[in-house]
């Protein structure tokens, strides 16, 4: 009986077991591994905050591609109300990843088998035939094939706050369960970082009451645009095939431009191109060379972040809100230096445009950059130990991981391991768009197919 073992049951981990359970006719044993013991949860998902919601329409989150309306109809057994165009609360989306796996584990064919195990993988290691798993638990557990889908790691420490990482008013993992829930009211709090986890920090501190002064400081204080209205379902713009092909990213921007005017004359918004170039974004990503790609993270990717990942539009208002009663500044700038004082954490912050730097103390600072993906840096013993080994590599740009079309992981010399897969955020090194649910069941699905044949 072929074993797969997959690594991580937050929402990848999840989709992938679930379509090997669903589509499995044979013999099989399925076994999921994770730390935190929770199924079907992670870090987006396990939340009970009413305040974070989903960023995407409740019609766009099913699990199952040839199945849109799934998630709508879950939803609606607990609000019958919901509509298609409406952005629902992220626990739902836990609750319903649970039910649907404990529907797939229930209706698997005859000779399927699945396990959990709440352990962490310590080290991987290939035994020719097989590859073995060693648990923290000091058990080996061996698979045929094994699939890594653990998500997003914990925000790096910038370098001029390394001196604070032992400090308890310094929180760098604001998703830690309680981490907000020992500041004072009254605290005056710097939210380091202005994307979507700023914005999560800045509602649940606002709904256990915080009274003090937040500020969000980012290099170019660029905010999430808000989605907007979803009632309507607009028909996208079609992408003219002068735009596919193979360009240089200074004109692929000026042609983006000028399909955006182009759009807006025919009656569309915006947010209608960047939705037709989401089933295309992986190719033109792929095309870009090394130098292409890194250009565009350093000059371009704030821009395209935050028109790409835009916040649902109640949690926008709230915002606007919050900046209009001016409990929340934001300023674009940057942390230079800082030092642990009696009276709080002191910054030493340069504006933008600015010749000179400012001192300014907070009670709290709160690490708002988003996930760290250099994974020389994270710890995770189980993947520093195959990048150490070479049995997996890093993407130049530091986004992720290597794989080839099928999924599977690359070792240093740029082979494919023909039993170790990917499945996560770290997709983003070969496919770019890799962080949101309408590509992730995509890929879950294709690698199920892959994995079953």
């Not at 591994?33 to 199924?39: D, E, T």
């Not at 921007?253 to 004359?265: D, E, K, N, P, T």
Request: hydrophobic share 40%.
């Amino acid at each position: 009986m072929e074993h797969i073992a997959i690594i991580g049951s937050g929402f990848c981990g999840t989709a992938l077991a679930i379509q090997l359970l669903r589509n499995a006719r044979g013999p099989l044993r399925l076994s999921l591994i994770n730390r935190s013991g929770r199924l079907a949860r992670g870090l987006a998902y396990g939340t009970r905050s009413a305040s974070h919601i989903l960023n995407v329409p409740a019609e766009r989150m099913s699990l199952f591609p040839d199945r849109p309306s799934d998630f709508l109809e879950f939803a609606r057994k607990q609000m019958p109300e919901a509509k298609p165009s409406d952005f629902l609360p992220r626990r739902f989306y836990g609750d319903y990843l649970q039910d649907r796996l404990g529907h797939a584990i229930a209706e698997a064919a005859p000779g399927v088998r699945f396990s959990s195990h709440c352990q962490q993988v310590l080290e991987l290691s290939d035994q020719g035939d097989h590859l073995r798993l060693l648990l923290d638990d000091g058990q080996p557990l061996d698979s045929a094939k094994v699939v890594i889908a653990t998500g997003n790691f914990a925000p790096a420490t910038p370098g001029p706050l390394k001196v604070l990482e032992d400090d308890p008013r310094y929180l760098r993992d604001p998703w830690t369960p309680g981490a907000l829930e020992s500041i004072p009211a009254d605290a005056e709090i710097l939210l380091l970082g202005a994307g979507l986890t700023m914005y999560d920090m800045a509602l649940a501190l606002q709904d256990q009451g915080h009274r003090g002064p937040l500020q969000a400081l980012s290099r170019r204080a660029l905010l999430p645009q808000a989605h907007r209205d979803n009632a309507s379902h607009p028909q996208l713009p079609e992408l003219p095939e002068a735009f596919l092909r193979e360009m240089g990213l200074n004109q692929r921007l000026r042609s983006l431009r000028v399909l955006i005017r182009q759009a807006a004359a025919d009656g569309h918004d915006w947010r209608d191109v960047i939705a037709a170039l989401r089933p295309v974004t992986s190719q033109l990503w792929q095309v870009l060379d090394d130098r292409e790609r890194s250009r565009f993270l350093r000059h371009l990717q704030p821009y395209w972040d935050v028109h790409r990942h835009r916040a649902a539009p109640p949690v926008a208002q709230r915002i606007n809100d919050l900046r209009d009663s001016g409990q929340l500044s934001v300023r674009a700038g940057r942390v230079l230096a800082a030092s642990a004082a009696q009276g709080g954490i002191e910054l030493e912050i340069r504006q933008r445009g600015a010749d000179q730097s400012q001192r300014q103390r907070f009670d709290y600072l709160i690490n708002c950059t988003g996930p760290c993906t250099n994974l020389r840096t994270v710890n995770e013993p189980m993947l520093n130990g195959l990048l150490e080994h070479g049995v997996i590599r890093q993407d130049k740009q530091g986004l992720g991981l290597d794989t080839d079309s099928g999924f599977r992981l690359l070792d240093a010399e740029g082979t494919a391991n023909p039993n170790l897969y990917l499945l996560s955020p770290m997709l983003r090194a070969s496919h770019w768009e890799a962080t949101a649910v309408p590509e992730l069941r995509n890929y879950a699905a294709r690698l199920a197919e892959l994995l079953l044949a």
